[in-house]
């Protein structure tokens, strides 16, 4: 990766499109607003996000550009921190494919 991809990965936290999402319970989920706007939901801590190209490669040991956005995103505390009900969290885990 980096070069054209290090440039993708930037622009993500540019836009602020780093949102970390935190029920009462305490359980959290990360989402990054892609380029073309779809919202993709990942767990930084399990290093996880149910986008295409994460299934594609990370059985090659590479990560995505969106947890690679919010590892910056949180080393420059650029993370947009929301709280969310329960249910919300839930239904993100669901990971609902689209
Ligand atoms: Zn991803």
């Not at 969106?66 to 969290?89: P, T, Y």
């Amino acid at each position: 990766m980096f070069d054209k991809d290090a440039q993708n990965v930037l622009s993500l936290v540019d836009r602020e499109a780093v949102s970390q999402l935190v029920a009462p319970s305490g359980r959290t989920v990360h989402q990054v607003v892609g380029s073309t706007g779809a919202y993709y939901t990942c767990l930084i801590e399990e290093l996880y996000c149910n986008c295409t190209y994460y299934k594609n490669h990370i059985l090659q040991g590479e990560l995505c550009k969106h947890l690679v956005s919010i590892l910056i995103a949180r080393s420059i505390g650029s993370v947009d921190v929301r709280r969310v009900n329960e249910e919300q969290v839930a239904r993100l885990l669901t990971f609902s494919d689209d």
